[in-house]
């Protein structure tokens, strides 16, 4: 087994093959040779010494029937009396001519049906016939011619016979011997044959385990060893030259595990840094989150609040420039106020986590509408909308992002009333958004930047705000799950039609239990 290891397996199941097939096709010559050779002692048996027997038994008839027809013709001078010699000659024939086929093979046997043969036809020249043409020619018995000699010769003959007859059964007995033992032989050629298959697959078997299949098991447990996570633990080569190929790749698998692994540590550990780092920049804006919500707030709202003081008390009594000066003194900390409460909400969004719930937009856009009333109003606008599905999200935000959008078409609005129509339609996985309005419309080559924050494309005198409110919805919307975007392939979205946002939140799953909420917000 050791000379066989360095073998491919290939190779070893090759030889296994050959092996087995070199033994099944010696199997099948040897068996085929002993089975013929079964037949022909058979044959030999069968068809031609036992008929030759029964031949040489019907000759012996015939010649005796010839020697009862010649005795009684020549005591009876009947010619009736000599059908048995007549129908005797002619058997005697057929005998013969059947004999000299089946003996073909037999010199001896040959040999004694010709003295047979001989003999027969010297009694009858003898003996027979001058009997015969005597009755004949006489018409009266002829009961002394020659009785003596006649006798010699047909004694003579039955010695012949006796001798054929005598060496067909030496030769039956040798064939008979030939034919037990071939029939023997092909006893022993089948256990032989079926020993050694079963010595031959056992051998295969015992070879192919040793060689092929305790190998290959035991480098599957070499890798479940490893698959456990000792990586640390080497995988050894044995076997066929595939398995220990198999092996050597498995290695190499492990090592590049290994500094995947450790490159994954490195970066591990780089993670946690940056996080730490992360979360202090977290604290530290929270920080500046609580100063810029009180402690920047408190300045801004005296110098707010003196400045419209000194406007109040001193409004005339100093010159247009000086009115004009604390003016815009006034209006820049109004407007810092304003810049600091958007900051500090937009930095909220997706840091201070309140709880998701399932909540129609219907009631979204309900509450929008409600807190944009007064603007609603004043601008005349009309707002449309179809029914709206519910959807689980953070209901301040959610309102926000509808405040956010129908208030940008309140403020950008044409020389017509405004128009708003908020729409929802499946879209898969998701619910697609669009509020559409007759404003005055966006280029398309804006429709990124809107989205920035501090981005605007109007003066402020012209449209007041912060620039921080499309910005807000798209952090908003993202946070659920969604996107955000200005449909600049709708027909409406130029400057004097109008212009559609459209955004896309998650459905929520089709079980019963969100079916029914849905129902009842309904």
């Known amino acids: 087994m050791t000379l066989l290891a360095p073998w491919s397996l290939r190779r070893i199941i090759n030889v296994s093959v050959a092996t087995l097939a070199v033994f099944s096709v010696a199997s099948i010559i040897v068996g085929l040779v002993a089975l013929i050779n079964l037949s022909d002692a058979r044959e030999r048996v069968v068809q031609h010494i036992d008929p030759a027997l029964q031949e040489a038994l019907r000759l012996e008839s015939a ?36 004999l000299e086929t089946l003996v073909a093979d037999l010199p001896a046997v040959e040999d004694d049906l010709g003295d047979v043969d001989d003999r ?62 071939s029939a023997t032989t092909v006893n022993v050629v089948c256990i032989v044959i079926g020993g050694g298959f079963v010595l031959i697959v056992l051998a295969l078997a015992f070879g192919l385990r040793y060689t092929a299949i305790r190998p290959v098991s035991r480098l599957a447990e070499e890798v479940r060893t490893v698959a456990g996570g000792d990586f640390q633990h080497r995988v050894e080569q044995s076997g066929p030259r595939e398995v220990r190929e198999l092996g050597i790749d498995v290695n190499l698998m492990r090592v590049r595990i290994l500094q995947e692994l450790s490159a994954l540590r490195e970066t591990h550990d780089e993670l946690d840094e940056r996080t730490q780092d992360l979360e202090r920049s977290n604290a530290e804006l929270e920080q500046f989150a609580y100063v810029a919500s009180h402690d920047l707030q408190e300045p801004l709202r005296k110098v707010a609040s003196f400045c419209q003081l000194l406007e109040r008390r001193y409004a005339g009594q100093l010159d247009e420039r000086a009115d004009q000066y604390i003016g815009f003194a006034v209006d820049g900390a109004m407007r810092m106020q304003v810049l600091i409460n958007d900051l500090l909400a937009f930095s909220r969004v997706g840091r201070i986590v309140r ?31 179809g029914s709206l ?19 940008n078409a309140l403020k950008f609005h044409g020389d017509e009333p405004p128009k708003v129509t908020v729409a929802a339609e499946r879209d898969g996985d998701f619910w697609r958004f669009s509020i559409t ?69 998650p459905a929520l799953p089709e079980t019963p239990e969100n079916t029914e909420k849905a129902e009842t917000d309904e």
């Open 120 to 181: 027969a036809s010297a009694w009858r020249s003898g003996y027979a016939l001058p009997t015969i043409f005597e009755v004949q020619t006489t018409g009266e018995p002829a009961i002394g011619t020659d009785v003596a000699l006649g006798q010699d010769l047909f004694t003579a003959l039955r010695r012949s016979l006796e001798t054929l007859q005598s060496d067909l059964n030496d030769a039956r007995d040798a064939a008979v011997t030939l034919l037990n033992s």
């Open 389 to 407: 599905p519910s959807v689980r999200a953070e209901v301040p935000l959610l309102t926000a992002v509808f405040q956010n959008l129908i208030g």
């Open 355 to 385: 709880e998701s719930v399932v909540v129609s937009c219907d009631a979204v856009l309900e509450q929008a509408t409600s807190n944009l009333a007064a603007a609603i109003e004043e601008a005349g606008a009309t707002i449309e909308s």
């Open 63 to 98: 010649l005796v029937d010839q020697e009862n027809g010649v005795r009684g013709y020549a005591l009876g001078a009947a010619e009736d009396l000599l059908d048995p010699y007549t129908s005797g000659v002619t058997r005697q024939r057929a005998s013969v001519a059947a």
């Open 437 to 505: 309005d007759n404003g005055i419309g966006i280029e398309a080559e804006y429709a990124e930047r809107i989205f920035v924050i501090f981005q605007r494309l109007h003066n402020k005198a012209d449209y007041p705000g912060t620039g921080i409110g499309l910005a807000m919805c798209r952090k908003i919307i993202e946070y659920h799950g969604g996107t955000i975007w200005l449909d600049t392939e709708d027909s409406q979205n130029s400057r004097t039609t109008g212009t559609r946002f459209c955004f896309t939140l």
